[in-house]
């Protein structure tokens, strides 16, 4: 079955960096478009950013356009989240999903000083 | 944007009773090839989201059928026709039609009275 599990999460102080992974298993993942979506504590979900399948294109929200870059390895059946500039808001659980949003488990990012 | 509103956003119901969550979007998400692509997701306490109903009406794999989505254009609904423990959780609806962003509802808390 498919199987999505993120890791990189931690704490960061603001202006700090991280990179999250997302390794892929159970179905053919470079035929899929992959998302980032993110989910604050005790609120709702936030799109984050999409890659399809092949790279050729990203998409960003708003929020963290500039600030965020997507992409990923299909040889290592790898989504990757290079977070630069991270600010307080930033704070959330981070998912990755398949292009159907099927969702993995999420890690944990803290931007705090 | 497309802005996803849901009501109600807290929804206290007595198992075995009937519930509906409403989700209007701000405009019309038939999309271009004829289909709609608004999406239920049920969140669990302590889970990662997962998808409950695609395109307004198709129930997952393994989804009970005492799940539904119906609606069109703007206005669509989730029901599920008699609740049980294990539906306790946050409903959203999201939509892919126009996109980016992908735009999820504010989410509905089920729980039980």
Redesign the interface.
Known sequence: QVQLVESGGGVVQPGGSLRLSCVASGFTFSTYGM?WVRQTLGK????VA?IRNDGSNE????SVKGRFTISRDNSKNTLYLQMNSLRTEDTAVY?CARG???????TMVTVSS | DVVMTQSPLSLPVTLGQPASISCRSSQSLVYSDGNTYL?W?QQRPGQ????LI?KVSNRESGVPDRFSGSGSGTDFTLKISGVEAEDVGVY?C?QGSH?????????TKVEIK
């Open positions: 998302h709702g979900l936030e799109w999409f998409y960003y929200a708003d998912y159907d949003f099927s969702w993995g488990l999420g | 999406n997701f990662s989201p997962r998808r695609y959203y999201m996109w980016p962003p992908w735009t999820f509802g504010q989410g």
